[in-house]
């Protein structure tokens, strides 16, 4: 029983492996970019405890794209 508490969370760990973008998510990023910056969204929803949103996280990752590829 100890032996799966310790194993648990270094199998759930190395499921959080960063997975390298594609040539079409950086286009989109970038198309992203040109078209209305990369401004982190304003979210009320966060600021209240309720977590990140779906659009918040998408501009998340693709300033990480972007800045992994220039």
């Known amino acids: 029983m100890r032996l799966i508490a310790v194993l648990t969370p270094a199998l759930l760990l190395g499921a959080c492996v960063t997975t390298r973008p594609t040539s079409a998510q950086v286009e989109s990023c970038r198309a992203m970019e040109g078209n209305m910056g990369l401004q982190t969204p304003h979210d009320h929803g966060e600021m209240k ?22």
């Open 49 to 70: 405890g309720q977590g990140r949103n779906p659009m918040n996280l998408s501009h998340d990752r693709c300033l990480q794209i972007l800045r992994n590829a220039q």
